[in-house]
C-alpha cells in the first residue's frame, strides 16, 4: 500500500487541482459525500443498539472542517440528527467551509459557535452524541493544539460515542505519526487519496483506529 507524508499529500491536491483543473470545492464535495457513507454505516451498528444515532460534528477553521460540514450536509439530508459544533468565531471560516456552513443554514442545521473552553464547558454539559466526528484538524497540523482546544479533546476523548476522524485525528502529525499531546483517540479515520505515513508509526496505530482510505478522483 503507498503512503505519503503531508507535504506530499499537498503537492498531490495542488497538481489535481491547477494541473487537472478540478476545483477544490470539488475536491471537498467528493471527500465529505465519502465521509458520510462511512459514518452512514456507523449510524446503522448504533440503532441496532440505541433508538436513533445522533451525530456531533466538531469543527476547526481549515479545510478539514470543510470535509466535515459536506459531510453534515449529506447527513441530514439522509435524516440522521446531526449537530456541528464550531471551534472557533464563524467569521473566521472562509472559501468552501464558509460556503458549506451557508448551505447547511439553509437545510436548518444545528450549528453552535464556541470560542472559549468556559463556553465549550458549559455547552458540553448538553452533548449527548453517540458518535462523535473530528474535524478539528487536518494533515497540515504540526506542534500541539492550543490549552482550549487540548481540553476540548481531551473532553471528546473521554465519551463513550465512537469517534470518527476526518483525514487524520486531530493532533496527531500526519507524517511522523507524533502525538505531543492533546490528540484524537479516533475508534475509525477516514482518510482521503492515499494514506499517511504517520498512520503506521509511533503513535498512529494507538491514534487512529480503523483505517478506511476514500478514493476522490485524484491523480497521483
Do not use: H, W
Not at 497540515?140 to 482550549?148: E, L
Not at 482521503?192 to 509511533?202: D, E, I, W
Amino acid at each position: 500500500m503507498k503512503t505519503v507524508t503531508a507535504s506530499q499529500m499537498r503537492s498531490i491536491d495542488k497538481k489535481n487541482v491547477e494541473s487537472r483543473g478540478i476545483p477544490s470545492i470539488i475536491l471537498m464535495e467528493r471527500a465529505g459525500r465519502g465521509l458520510a457513507k462511512e459514518v452512514i454505516k456507523l449510524t446503522r451498528q448504533v440503532t441496532y443498539k440505541e433508538k436513533e444515532a445522533r451525530v456531533a460534528i466538531f469543527c476547526g477553521k481549515g479545510n478539514n472542517s470543510g470535509d466535515g460540514l459536506v459531510c453534515a450536509r449529506y447527513l441530514l439530508s439522509s435524516g440522521i440528527n446531526v449537530k456541528i459544533y464550531l471551534l472557533f468565531n464563524l467569521d473566521l471560516l472562509k472559501g468552501s467551509p464558509a460556503y458549506n456552513i451557508q448551505a447547511l443554514k439553509k437545510q436548518g442545521a444545528i450549528i453552535y459557535e464556541i470560542n472559549s473552553y468556559a463556553s465549550f464547558k458549559k455547552l458540553s454539559r448538553r452533548i449527548n452524541a453517540n458518535i462523535i466526528v473530528d474535524s478539528i484538524f487536518g494533515i497540515g497540523f504540526k506542534g500541539k493544539p492550543s490549552r482550549y482546544l487540548e481540553e476540548v479533546i481531551e473532553f471528546l476523548n473521554k465519551q463513550k460515542a465512537c469517534i470518527v476522524s476526518v483525514d487524520v485525528p486531530s493532533g496527531l502529525d500526519a507524517t511522523t505519526g507524533i502525538a505531543r499531546a492533546g490528540a484524537i483517540i479516533a475508534d475509525k479515520t477516514v482518510t482521503f487519496g492515499l494514506s499517511k505515513t504517520g498512520f503506521y508509526k509511533n503513535d498512529g496505530p494507538i491514534y487512529c483506529g480503523k483505517i478506511s482510505i476514500i478514493d476522490i478522483g485524484l491523480k497521483v
